[in-house]
């Protein structure tokens, strides 16, 4: 009788699964539950272009090692976007990364994350995606990667090698809150997308969990419970905090991708899935076996100015001295974030010591916040840090050589005093971001194979050859 009752629950739900989305009518509840599961899993900030484009229809580029990327139409248009999916296309298109015409997606689309959600969860998202997004008949520009990458089914090598396969399951040593908090860190909110350094094939590392990747222009820090190069000296409450408001006073402001989680994604969860999400990241040990000592980088600098240096002197005529970063500081920088770098009482502009992007392992969010800016919108309000690198939008542009002296100011003044930037490292971040060899070593490894097939080709032939050959008669 069990299985029988099984069975008349399951056969529906199969049949369901094969059916298109427009022979079916989902509940508003279950439509509800999609639009919270979309939420978490910030598919809006990445499936719409920040420049005017319509939600969830595509048109994004993301800048990756390896090329542009173009994200794609996931509105329900059929012409256009997903649709004519039917549920077990979605199922794979989010948990597999194979689209519905049966290509493959490109990883900058986390399936590798996505393919831990249960089958009631990407029921209830492909309900929403289906009833609950206004559909827009326009077409995304395609994704044109260098050859051989723009060759799709290269991915499903790389699929076979990397993409796991199996859903979540909840750890019994573990309480409730953890496991849920491990479901959305590794699956909806994708964390370890970013926050989880990448191999040469560019997949994640996972034996160095969310101990910092780079990202684009942008690096990701470590968040691990490492008390000095992760987030261990956090307590859950600030945790939760940074993760609904992007910032916490002299420790970190989130920007570049953390500030879109924070703003599409983070802000509109639960307290309930933020503190399990806040639960489980302080959880994850460090990659390092013997933690170091010593001060984090929420603690590194001190309020400061150089400005004796050049006090008297010109803008140009400063520029060329030795307090060239002061000067710039002084000029673009002073009147928001204070005269000694202080920030205001509020936080709105946050102090420039005791500041993780300025005392990080690495200079990377100090060349991209000059350069790209901050843009965060929560409940609290807008708050915008002006691009000095935008070519168009930029109020002051500064070139290379500029904003290597103002970063390298920054770091000696208020941070990490050992790093030290060149214009040829703000050039990198200019472009988006370090590039990958990758697509030399493919083509490399294609040629090497090509000239493989056709040597075993050519020794095929021979031998045919020898055989064929009629033996000589034998000498009188």
């Known amino acids: 009788m069990k299985t029988v009752k099984s069975f008349a629950l399951a056969a529906p739900l199969a049949l369901a699964a094969l059916a298109p989305a427009n022979a079916q009518e989902f509940s508003q509840e279950l439509i509800e539950k999609g639009r919270y599961l979309a ?7 990445c499936h719409t272009n920040h420049s005017g484009g319509k939600p969830m229809a595509g048109g994004l580029p993301m800048a990756s090692p390896v090329g542009t990327i173009m994200s794609t139409n996931i509105t329900p248009s ?51 995606f289906m009833q609950g997004v206004q559909p827009i008949d326009e077409k995304a520009p395609e994704t044109t990667l260098p050859f051989p990458m723009n060759i799709r089914a290269s991915m499903i090598g790389w699929n076979l090698l990397f993409r796991p396969n199996e859903m979540h399951k909840d750890d019994p040593a573990q309480s409730a809150e953890w496991n849920r908090g491990k479901y959305l860190a590794e699956g909806a909110a994708h964390c370890s997308t970013c926050h989880t350094p990448r191999g040469v094939f560019m997949q994640e590392q996972k034996n160095l969990n969310l101990t910092g990747g780079q990202v684009g222009a942008w690096y990701a820090p470590d968040i691990t419970n490492d008390p000095v190069h992760g987030i261990g000296s956090w307590t859950q409450e600030e ?80 520029l060329a001295g030795d307090h060239a970063g002061a000067q710039i500081f002084a000029a673009n920088c002073a009147s928001c974030h204070g005269y000694n770098a202080q920030g205001t009482k509020d936080g709105y502009y946050p102090s420039l010591f005791h500041n993780a992007a300025t005392a990080g392992d690495n200079s990377v969010n100090v060349i991209s916040a000059i350069l790209n800016g901050v843009d965060r919108h929560t409940e609290a309000g807008h708050v915008f840090m002006p691009p000095f690198g935008d070519q168009v939008n930029a109020v002051v542009q500064l070139n290379n050589v500029e904003v290597a002296s103002l970063s390298n100011y920054l770091l000696a003044q208020y941070g990490n005093e050992t790093l030290k930037v060149t214009p040829e490292d703000v050039q ?25 097939i056709v040597l075993l080709l050519a020794g095929i032939v021979w031998l045919r050859g020898r055989k064929a050959k009629p033996a000589e008669p034998l000498e009188a």
Not at 39 to 45: E, F, H, I, L
Not at 82 to 105: C, M, W
Not at 258 to 274: G, I, K, N, R
């Open 39 to 45: 939420t978490a899993s910030d598919c809006v900030a």
């Open 78 to 128: 059929k012409q256009f976007g997903i649709g004519a999916y039917t549920e077990s296309q979605f199922a794979d298109a989010v948990r597999k990364g194979i689209r519905g015409d049966g290509a493959n997606l490109y990883p900058a689309m986390p399936y590798v994350s996505y393919s831990n959600m249960t089958d009631e969860d990407i029921h209830a998202l492909y309900a929403y």
């Open 239 to 318: 945790l939760v905090t940074y993760l609904k408001t992007g910032k916490l006073g002299n420790k970190a402001q989130a920007a570049g991708s953390m500030a879109e989680a924070v703003s599409y994604s983070f802000q509109h969860m639960t307290d309930a899935d933020l503190n399990a999400i806040a639960t489980y990241v302080r959880s994850v040990p460090s990659a390092n076996a013997a933690q170091a000592g010593g001060a984090t980088r929420f603690d590194k600098g001190a309020a400061g100015n150089d400005q004796s240096g050049f006090r008297g002197k010109g803008y140009a005529e400063g």
């Open 428 to 452: 990198v971040i200019r472009d988006g971001g370090p590039s990958s060899n990758l697509v030399e070593m493919a083509r490399i490894g294609m040629g090497a194979g090509a000239a493989a």
